[in-house]
C-alpha cells in the first residue's frame, strides 16, 4: 500500500524559504518518478518538479520555467523522503503542494501531466504573503 505523506508548508513572507518533505512508503524508490505539484484554489494541478531516480543511482530532475533556479527537488533514499527546497518565494507560489508517485520512469513529456502519476499525498498548504 502505497503511501505519500506531506510536510513543512506553512506561511512565509516574500523572498523567503520553504522545504517540504514527501515521506513515502509501501514501495522502494527504484525506477520510480517523483512530483511535485500545486494548486491554487480555482485551478488544476501544476506540475514544477519532478525526479527521475536513475538506474545507476543518478537521479534526474526537471523544473518548469517559473521555478527552476528557486525550487530544487532532492531526494533521501536511505528515509524514502523527497524534498522541495523553495526559496526566494513570491506571492504566485501560494498554494497546496501535492507530493506525487509513480512507479514507472516517465518520459519527459509527463512528467508534468497530473494523469501520469498514479499515487498522490494529501498535500501541504504554503501561503506566501
Known amino acids: 500500500h502505497v503511501q505519500l505523506v506531506e510536510s513543512g508548508g506553512g506561511s512565509v513572507q516574500t523572498g523567503g524559504s520553504l522545504k517540504l518533505s514527501c515521506a513515502a512508503s509501501?514501495?522502494?524508490?527504484?525506477?520510480?518518478?517523483m512530483g511535485w505539484f500545486r494548486q491554487r484554489p480555482g485551478e488544476e494541478h501544476e506540475g514544477i518538479a519532478a525526479?527521475?531516480?536513475?538506474?545507476?543511482?543518478?537521479?534526474?530532475?526537471f523544473y518548469t520555467d517559473n521555478v527552476k533556479g528557486r525550487f530544487t527537488i532532492s531526494r533521501d533514499s536511505a528515509k524514502t523522503t523527497i524534498h522541495l527546497q523553495m526559496n526566494n518565494l513570491d506571492l504566485g507560489d501560494t498554494a497546496r503542494y501535492y507530493c506525487?508517485?509513480?512507479?514507472?520512469?516517465?518520459?519527459?513529456?509527463?512528467?508534468?501531466?497530473?494523469?501520469?502519476?498514479?499515487?498522490w499525498g494529501q498535500g501541504t498548504q504554503v501561503t506566501v504573503s
Open positions: 506525487a508517485a509513480d512507479p514507472h520512469s516517465l518520459p519527459d513529456a509527463l512528467l508534468f501531466r497530473r494523469r501520469a502519476f498514479n499515487y
Open positions: 509501501g514501495f522502494t524508490f527504484k525506477s520510480y518518478c
Open positions: 525526479l527521475r531516480i536513475g538506474g545507476v543511482g543518478v537521479d534526474s530532475t
